[in-house]
């Protein structure tokens, strides 16, 4: 009898220091928030597919509208979720030295290859390095270098669905998932891949299975916010094996043959191997394969997402899709029915479109930012307090939330390119992230983008079929919207 008390006097004891201890930190910090559940925090009805992500952080982001800032619990992890547009712009911009690096996904230690790359990389020197180095490759001359690559992906692309001669009908997200690898696969390995016809080839299979954090690695990333120690203790890595030495091996062996056949390319990693030969470099091929990885991981998933809510929207918008048909056919009578780097980038309605399909549905719901140091957020409000953050205090920007907020947006439902004219341009807009680490592929997606939905529409019209779900159904599981049932769509030949 007495030891059975005296095991659940442990238990309870235990469930006290690592459930219920860790859900009353912004109680104790006198910091707005709503009730959490021991482990599962705020998320509970994520982890359990009932409700999106999406519906929890914008049921808190409703929830206080009055406050610049309010508190969270990402499992046992704590995160102050900012609302408040100035004092996002003061954690991002202006006191970077102190929130200089996104939170963890995994301890460092237990995958090197991912921590090493730009957006896993501490806010230090090495990342301001790296940065860098990379930079220039998204120049507006490199980019032009490069779109005589991403051309030769988009005609494949369309000339793939037009020669079957007829309305077809295609599920997107798989389709600009393959179309999305190959841009990639050429212009950061000097590879062409073809996804559309070579369903099977290499380099699409592993990218799907490092850019896809569902399932079991998803459900590894709740362990690592429930806790980071037993984490720890078990050590998996963030990318799979397999995959991660098809990786090593590729960038190995295109060092070696660029270095011994003196071969030069415009590519991510001739860039790379250019800043690896310079005199003190301490680059290693570790380095560039950690950098190449994650261009494929941010390419993939996030490109062909802004392509399929294009798509989308401009399905069920068929005024602006032919709005925009107009725009393109007068763009491409200028130019003798070519479509080249500069007519694209003239067609500001293309831009709006994007801006206003990225605003509607940016591919990550929210952003973050981790402090390296303590920090005090002052009081503004008659009912707040300072709030002091000791280092390690994870801060959430709700991208989509705020996108979606009628104060900024008026009637935010509505697919409305206007908002991104020059006369109207609209703020606050934070689908590329803000401040110094910002997404540093913003201008070679956006490019990806206009090239890919010009070509589409001056070839089809994009049309609504039977599949075609109106409005779509999210998928429960995931953290950014992604519907169940993908993106069915039909793509009508013009001519
Ligand atoms: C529509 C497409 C894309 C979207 C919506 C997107 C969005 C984002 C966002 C929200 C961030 C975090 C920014 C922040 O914390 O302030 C980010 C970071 C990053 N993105 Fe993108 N991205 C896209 C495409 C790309 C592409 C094509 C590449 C590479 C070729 C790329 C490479 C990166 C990298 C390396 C970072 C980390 C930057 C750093 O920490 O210094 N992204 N992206």
Redesign the pocket.
């Known amino acids: 009898m007495l030891l059975i008390t005296a095991f659940f006097i442990i238990l309870l004891i235990f469930f006290c220091f690592t459930g219920i201890i860790p859900i009353l930190y912004w109680k104790r910090r006198k910091v707005p928030h709503l009730m959490a559940w021991p482990y599962f925090g705020n998320r509970i009805s994520h982890v359990f597919h009932q409700h999106t992500m999406l519906d929890v952080l914008n049921k808190h982001y409703q929830a206080f509208r009055e406050k610049r800032y309010f508190g969270f619990y990402n499992m046992c992890t704590p995160v102050l979720i900012l609302r408040d547009l100035k004092l996002i712009k003061q954690i ?1 911009v202006e006191e970077f030295d102190s929130f200089p690096e ?1 939170r963890r996904f995994i301890p460092d230690e237990l995958d090197r290859l991912w921590s090493k ?3 896993a ?1 501490r806010g230090d020197e090495k ?1 301001k390095s790296m ?1 860098a180095t990379l930079t220039p490759f998204f120049t507006g001359s490199k980019l032009k270098m490069m779109f005589g690559l991403m051309k030769s992906c988009s005609n494949q692309f369309t000339n793939h669905f037009l020669s079957q001669n007829q309305l077809v009908t295609v599920e997107l997200k798989d389709a600009f998932t393959r179309l999305a690898n190959d841009v ?1 696969a050429i212009t950061a390995f000097g590879v062409s891949c073809n996804s559309l016809e070579n369903k099977t080839n290499e380099f699409y299979l592993m990218g799907k299975v490092i850019s896809n954090v569902t399932g079991w690695r998803s459900s590894l990333q709740n362990l690592y916010q429930l806790s980071p120690t037993l984490y720890k203790f078990l050590g998996y890595p963030f990318y799979p094996k397999k995959e991660k030495s098809f990786f090593e091996n590729l960038v190995n062996e295109i060092v070696k043959l660029r270095k011994n056949k003196g071969l030069s390319k415009v590519d991510v990693i001739h860039s790379l191997i250019e800043a690896k030969n310079k005199k003190d470099s301490i680059l290693t091929n570790e380095d560039i394969t950690a950098q190449v990885m ?2 494929f991981f ?2 993939f998933e ?2 062909s ?2 392509l399929c809510y294009t798509c989308y929207e401009l399905a069920i918008n068929p005024d602006v899709q032919e709005n925009l048909y107009k725009e393109i056919s007068v763009a491409l009578r200028a130019t003798n029915g070519d479509i080249t780097y500069d007519m694209l980038m003239n067609i500001q309605y293309l831009g709006n479109i994007l801006d206003e399909s ?1 605003r509607k549905w ?3 719901n929210f ?3 981790c402090s390296i140091k303590p920090f005090t957020i002052k009081p503004k409000e008659s009912d707040e307090k300072s709030l002091y953050l000791e280092a390690g205090t994870v801060c959430i920007i709700p ?1 989509l939330s705020i996108q979606r907020d009628p104060k900024y947006y008026p009637d935010p439902e509505r697919f409305d390119p206007e908002r991104f004219s020059k006369a109207n341009k609209q703020v606050p807009y ?6 110094q ?6 201008r ?2 956006l490019l990806e ?1 206009r090239l890919i939905i010009a070509e589409l529409i001056r070839k089809f019209k994009i049309v609504p079929v039977e599949k075609t779900e109106i409005p779509l159904v999210m998928n429960k599981g995931r953290n950014n919207a992604i519907p169940s049932n993908g993106f069915w769509l039909g793509l009508k030949p013009r001519r």
């Open positions: 991002t996104h790359n730009l957006f990389m990342w940065r990639i994650i261009f941010a390419g996030s490109i997402t802004m990225l940016p591919p990550f952003i973050d930012r991208v934070f689908s590329f992230g803000v401040g680490r910002n997404c540093i592929g913003s070679f997606a983008g």
